[in-house]
């Protein structure tokens, strides 16, 4: 016996023996992203230089004299005296060199009588003084050819000392040439005490 099979059927059966074919998933791209590289972080500090303080005063260098100016402060001393007026035997002088230049020195002087010549209203002791910058023109063996003093203005100033030698006038002015009369008062009762400039050149025990 034969059994018919509907051509339609059979080809239902047939397709249902074929794998289902399931189409490749669409690729998606999908974008790469790098993770930031971490650095070690330095921390530099910052120095912030402090608020200037108010102008203060400037001390000059002074220049320590030699050995044969220490052996000539004498001959010094009465030069200068003798350049102010004063007889260089009544008289005590102090003196700071601020610069040398070949053979000039630039000094500030301060000299006073030894003996007074009045006494104020309150006892205390008056003495002629004079408080000045000063020229000393030397001789190659440190021996003084002359002393120069600026006569009252600017002009003598100007034309004889430098503008940096001058800024150093207004120190002098209010302030070291107070020092240097407080040591001819203490030479007026140690006659053997030499200016300071001297004991500056004098090394210490």
């Not at 059979?10 to 790469?32: D, I």
């Not at 220049?63 to 007026?85: C, G």
């Amino acid at each position: 016996m034969k059994i018919k099979i509907p051509l339609a059927l059979l080809f239902f059966f047939l397709a249902a023996c074929v794998p289902a074919v399931t189409p490749a998933p669409t690729e998606m791209l999908v974008p790469t992203v790098i993770p930031p590289t971490s650095t070690a972080t330095v921390v530099i500090p910052t120095f912030i230089d402090p608020t200037p303080t108010p102008t203060q005063p400037i001390i000059p260098p002074f220049i320590t004299p030699d050995a044969i100016q220490v052996a000539r402060w004498k001959e010094y001393e009465a030069a200068l005296a003798q350049s102010l007026n004063f007889i260089p035997e009544e008289t005590l002088c102090e003196w700071d060199i601020l610069e040398t230049f070949e053979q000039v020195l630039y000094i500030w002087a301060v000299c006073e009588n030894k003996i007074p010549f009045g006494t104020t209203n309150t006892g205390s002791k008056m003495y002629s003084s004079s408080s000045t910058p000063a020229l000393i023109h030397i001789e190659k063996d440190k021996s003084i050819h002359s002393v120069e003093i600026p006569a009252p203005g600017i002009s003598d100033y100007q034309r004889m000392f430098p503008t940096y030698i001058q800024e150093k006038f207004e120190f002098y002015r209010f302030g070291r040439a107070k020092e240097l009369s407080n040591h001819i008062e203490w030479r007026r009762t140690h006659p053997e005490e030499p200016p300071l400039i001297v004991l500056s050149a004098t090394p210490t025990p």
